[in-house]
């Protein structure tokens, strides 16, 4: 074989440093980058790469799963063991349910569309049962496949312009909670079919709060997607923006509440660029937007509100890898109330990322044991909270070891 070829991975198999650049390289990062996200020297990831260095320890491997978003950690180790998978938690048992009714064909077959309103009326129930409910993944995929099918239903059956708008905007903010039972499945591409037909509904409907929303989630879907994939994700938190800011001086607290979602979306995307003045300019502008809702507003689908704001600092902090900023953020923030299971639980998540960046290992696990009380279904599908469990798994010290492996055993991970 030439040996300017690609190499065939299976009758050659790559090496941990190939797979390394490959995915590196896709990610659209430079070695600088990586290495000082890692804090190693640019030399250490040549020479990894070059396989001059093994494949590090497990602790360190982790870390560049992390950074590379790598979904299952053989695609960056090339063992063929059993599979970890780090950012796309397990299926659900109601996946297939929902994934029916998304992809199935809204024909009227004899039956009458509820009105909007009633779907309206059934939705707010759907988003109150998500946010008091700690299992609420099961109770989002049994309300689901119903609510999708009849608000399709209703835009089929519309016969009125008004009333069609209404049923879009009703569709739309359906599929946004679809979004939400779908993320992090191990069906990217539903989670995306998803996020196009709720845009569109939204764009049919002309409401700006459906609009708002949709952006909202397709700026994040573009943003997880990865870096190469960022100026997506800020085209559209700042095209919504700019569509919001004329009914903002009239706008109820649905229509600001999204408009400082979106905001603070910006400010995300410049943080996990890196961006440390940008990031912080966007939080104080949705911090104003805050402001100015009623005290006691709870935005159902971003759960932007005054509580929320302590929260979204630590993410900022964490997502620049601030050590010390992270922890005084979190420590700031737990003074607050966050009423939602599911948003207090990646809450937790987020202040242990913050412990661990600190080096404050055990706090970070106690903090992860805190997200499993509130919502045990977000910390299993949440790659960072992952990720954690498995390195303490490999940790010196015996007691840390014994409990990230009581955890990694409440996780699903051991079995995987």
């Known amino acids: 074989m030439p040996k300017d070829a690609t190499p065939d991975p299976y009758t050659e198999p790559l090496g941990f440093g190939q797979r390394m650049q490959i995915l590196r390289t896709r990610r659209g990062l430079s070695r600088p980058t990586v290495a000082g996200l890692l804090g190693m020297s640019p030399s250490w990831v040549k020479q990894v790469e070059r396989g001059e260095i093994g494949m590090p320890r497990l602790p360190v491997v982790l870390r560049i799963a992390e950074l590379l978003r790598v979904r299952d950690l053989s695609d960056l180790t090339g063992d063929q063991s059993p599979s970890v998978d780090l950012f796309i938690g397990p299926g659900h048992s109601r996946l297939p349910a929902v994934r029916e009714a ?26 109150a049962a998500r ?23 209703a835009v089929r059956q519309s016969d009125r312009a008004a009333d069609r708008r209404a049923a879009q905007a009703v569709l739309s903010e359906t599929y946004s909670l679809a979004q939400f039972f779908v993320a992090y499945q191990p069906d990217s591409a539903l989670l995306w079919r998803i996020a196009e037909r709720g845009m569109v509904a939204a764009q049919e409907s002309e409401d700006p709060h459906a609009i708002g929303v949709a952006a909202w989630l397709a700026a994040q879907a573009h943003r ?26 009239e706008a ?33 502008k949705a911090h ?61 998540i987020e202040e242990a990322r913050a412990y661990h960046l600190d080096g404050q290992q055990e706090t970070a696990l106690a903090t992860l044991e805190r997200a499993h009380q509130a919502a045990p279904e977000t910390i299993r599908y949440n790659g960072y909270a992952r990720r954690i469990v498995l390195e303490e798994t ?22 995987a």
Do not use: C
């Not at 024909?107 to 309103?117: K, R, T, Y």
């Not at 960022?230 to 923006?241: I, K, N, Q, S, V």
């Not at 015996?398 to 409440?410: E, F, K, M, T, Y």
């Open 288 to 348: 104003k937007t805050a402001k100015k809702l009623d005290p006691g507003y709870y935005h159902p689908a971003t759960s932007f509100s005054h509580a929320i704001m302590g929260a979204h600092a630590v993410t900022v902090a964490v997502e620049l890898r601030a050590g010390g900023e992270s922890v005084r953020q979190a420590v700031a923030a737990d003074r607050t109330t966050i009423p939602s299971r599911p948003r207090l639980a990646r809450h937790r």
């Open 131 to 153: 946010h008091r409910t700690a299992n609420h993944r099961e109770v989002l995929g049994e309300l689901l496949p119903g609510l999708i099918r009849d608000a399709q239903l």
């Open 102 to 127: 998304i992809n199935a064909l809204a024909l009227d077959g004899g039956q009458e569309a509820p009105s909007a309103s009633h779907l309206a009326a059934r939705l707010a129930r759907a988003w």
């Open 252 to 284: 109820d607290d649905r229509v600001r509440a999204i408009t400082g979602a979106l905001q603070f979306e910006a400010g995300y995307t410049a943080a996990r660029r890196g961006e440390a003045g940008t990031a912080w300019r966007w939080w104080d």
């Open 394 to 415: 490999e940790s010196k010290f015996p007691a840390r070891r014994q409990r990230a492996a009581a955890l990694a055993g409440q996780l699903g991970l051991l079995a």
């Open 224 to 249: 997880d997607t990865g870096p190469a994939h960022f100026d997506a994700a800020d085209a559209m938190t700042r095209g919504a923006l700019a569509h919001l800011e004329r009914f903002l001086p």
